[in-house]
């Protein structure tokens, strides 16, 4: 599917705010309120929106945010994925290239609780050996 400059600046407007209502998208973007409905059936029928999410404070999400970069055996990526899965204090990982092969986002309330994840994951079948990384802020945040 094609995305032009309209698609563009529509999604930056989401991306700002997802809840924005379609007369005010419609208004910020100089088009006919009919129009913008059409583009955003369109973006969402065709996956380019996959879906609308709620996106906490930090206050309201656990205080401890960590990365952990994990080396794993060759072959033995579907047991340690079923192990992260497992795991409530793993909230994204990603397969890399280089000298680790996933890269995993934690969060934590204590640090007694990201240490026991650490540990679970140190302690997986398949884990060859870990590096972590605890957040300290976030100067830059991107997501929408």
Do not use: C, W
């Not at 600046?9 to 006919?32: K, T």
């Not at 994925?81 to 994204?92: C, F, I, Q």
């Not at 609780?113 to 976030?138: C, Q, Y």
């Amino acid at each position: 599917m094609q995305i032009d400059q309209l698609d563009q600046a529509l999604l930056s407007l989401l991306q700002e705010n997802a809840r924005m209502p379609v007369a005010v998208l419609a208004r910020r973007l100089g088009l006919a309120r009919t129009t913008v409905q059409a583009r955003l059936d369109r973006l969402e029928e065709t996956g380019t929106i996959a879906g609308y999410t709620v996106r906490l404070t930090d206050a309201l999400r656990a205080p401890l945010r960590a990365t952990a970069l994990v080396s794993i055996e060759p072959r033995s990526a579907p047991t340690v994925l079923a192990r992260l899965e497992s795991l409530p204090g793993v909230r994204t990982v990603h397969t890399t290239s280089g000298r680790f092969d996933l890269i995993i986002g934690l969060e934590a309330t204590t640090t007694e609780e990201l240490d026991d994840t650490l540990d679970r994951i140190g302690e997986a079948k398949g884990v060859k050996g870990s590096e972590s990384l605890i957040h300290l802020s976030t100067k830059i945040d991107r997501r929408g």
